[in-house]
């Protein structure tokens, strides 16, 4: 079942600007690096109408880590896609870093998504046809076709995470945990600074999870700013910061000060060291490997 905004209960301080027109960037940022103001889209027409986002207005600084959550339907999809260039707002403007990118022609938008942008995709959207090691080169291959400098890159990011055997697997040949793997080296491969994440651990079992949010928070901890969509309130744990969306609006910005990105190295490394001795791993010596 779904868990909602409502279910959700925190004891830390709400920016206390929740309620005005604007949201001020954390101060773990400097300049914004997504700013929207007064965003609105509307999908269909007359009886068909949808207000899918309600005059929405957010900054975003470098380095934070925003977790999005909301009822089904609330927004929060058609907001990361509007972030991500992937789709235009009805009205509004929206700025990424300093750019005002609905000017853009589409060429240049999808120039700009595909240098700085990762997507990490609800349903994963691996290509069928393609194997392992190419579906991760992709973002590469756009301009100039796939090359061996691609494949190596493809390779050694996906050797990152445990998966350099299976590099010329197809999609439907891995777990689920693996695919999700595979998408998100695919949305790293071009070095974003700006990951997009809708549910990223949404279908996977608690060990998945716990892989793909070390990865995330890896990445968090490197500079990146990141955008994640997630019912599920225990991944709040790596956020420095959580937005509720109701009704195509956001109805609380809260800041959580203790996950900022400056203690995001000391929880990666401790949640390793829980993880290991939950399971009662050891740290694999080179003794114990001869
Ligand atoms: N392409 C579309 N055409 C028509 N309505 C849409 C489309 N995409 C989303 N919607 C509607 O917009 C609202 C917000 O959808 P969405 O952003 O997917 O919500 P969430 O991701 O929070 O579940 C929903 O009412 C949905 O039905
Ligand atoms: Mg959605």
């Not at 301080?13 to 929740?18: K, N, T």
């Not at 609905?102 to 999808?110: G, Y």
């Not at 995470?161 to 999609?171: S, T």
């Not at 994440?197 to 928070?217: C, F, R, V, Y």
């Amino acid at each position: 079942m779904a868990t909602t905004s409502e279910n959700t209960s925190f004891s830390l301080p709400v920016r206390s600007d929740v309620g005005r027109a604007f949201f001020a960037a954390p101060s773990t940022s400097s300049a914004p690096v997504i700013e929207l103001r007064g965003i609105q889209k509307i999908f269909g027409y007359d009886d068909t109408e949808t207000i899918a986002l309600d005059k929405i207005d957010l900054v975003i600084g470098h380095g934070e880590f925003v977790a999005i959550m909301g009822q089904s339907g609330c927004g929060k999809t058609t907001l990361l896609n509007l972030v991500g260039l992937l789709d235009r707002p009805t009205a509004g403007s929206y700025l990424l870093n300093g750019r005002d990118v609905a000017k853009f022609r589409a060429s240049r938008k999808a120039r700009v998504r595909n240098r700085e942008i990762g997507f990490v995709f609800q349903n994963f959207n691996l290509i069928h046809k393609l194997n392992v090691l190419e579906n991760v080169a992709l973002p590469l291959t756009y301009r100039r076709g796939l090359n061996f400098r691609h494949q190596q890159r493809a390779s050694l990011l996906l050797k990152t995470f445990g998966l350099q055997n299976r590099e010329y697997y197809m999609p439907y040949q891995l777990s689920g945990g693996q695919t999700q793997r595979v998408a998100i080296a695919r949305a790293l491969i071009n070095k974003p600074s700006i990951i997009l994440a809708d549910e990223p651990t949404g279908n996977l079992d608690s060990q998945n999870a716990e892989i793909i949010m070390d990865e995330l928070t890896r990445i968090h901890h490197e500079g990146n700013t990141i955008l994640m969509v997630t019912h599920n309130p225990d991944l709040l744990s790596y956020a420095s910061r959580v937005i509720h969306m109701k009704d195509g609006r956001i109805i609380s910005d809260v800041e959580l000060t203790e996950n900022k990105a400056y203690s995001t190295a000391t929880k990666f490394v401790s949640r390793r060291k829980n993880l290991r001795r939950r399971r009662g791993i050891r740290r694999t010596t080179k003794r114990s490997k001869r």
